[in-house]
């Protein structure tokens, strides 16, 4: 399963986001959510979180797949997270 590890270097090391500061922005802008609430960049997620991740006109539903013992390849970054839903919203 893995330890847990900082919400903003999850979202990093899985190149959802290109940088941890954009991690911790969006965070406490309120885009993303962990397991329904709304999280910090502290928050320290594991395998079966459910984050929900407003990144500018999408939203993004996913599940934490695995979490990584040290930062990933490219390839190996694509298999840390199942993405549930996908949906355009538009920007407020």
Known sequence: MGK??????FLK???LVKR?????????DGAVRVNGSTA??????T??????LRLWSRLLDLEIVHIPERPPSKEEARKLFRILSEKRVEET
């Open 4 to 9: 847990p590890l900082r919400l903003d270097l």
């Open 13 to 15: 090391q899985s190149r």
């Open 20 to 28: 941890r500061a954009l991690a911790k922005e969006l965070c406490e």
């Open 40 to 45: 910090r960049a502290g928050k320290e997620v």
């Open 47 to 52: 395998a079966g979180d459910l984050l929900s």
